[in-house]
């Protein structure tokens, strides 16, 4: 069994900054995490991918937010991060991660969503 485990969500004012993190954990040995990403869905509207990263740090962005948010992941802890810079109203959503993970089988595991509010 394994929980994703999301933090770092909350209420910023328009140009602020958030650091989400996402931290996998497992009753029995987690043998690899490959791909790890950052999904969000904004109030009336689909999910959508906002960041993923690969198990060798490649990485990529939905174009709404390059340049602003930043994914990285340290793989000792099982964790990715996305650092939230230059956060505008838009940018209003419950965030997830998703995770690809090996443990006896491999499979696609999600979080339970953190709230990000970007209001003045």
């Known amino acids: 069994q394994v929980q994703l485990v999301e933090s770092g969500g909350g209420l910023v004012q328009p140009g602020g900054s958030l650091r989400l993190s996402c931290a996998a954990a497992a009753s029995g040995s987690i043998f690899s995490i490959y791909a790890m990403a950052w999904y969000r869905r904004a109030p009336g509207k689909q999910r959508e991918l906002v960041a993923a990263?690969?198990?060798?740090?490649?990485?990529n962005y939905a174009s709404s937010v390059k340049g602003r948010f930043t994914i990285s992941r340290d793989n000792a802890k099982n964790t990715v991060y996305l650092q939230m810079n230059s956060l505008k109203p838009e940018d209003t959503a419950v965030y997830y991660c998703?995770?690809?993970?090996?443990?006896?089988?491999?499979?696609?595991?999600w979080g339970q969503g953190t709230q990000v509010t970007v209001s003045s």
């Open positions: 990263i690969t198990s060798g740090g490649s990485t």
């Open positions: 998703k995770a690809d993970i090996l443990t006896t089988t491999r499979l696609m595991y």
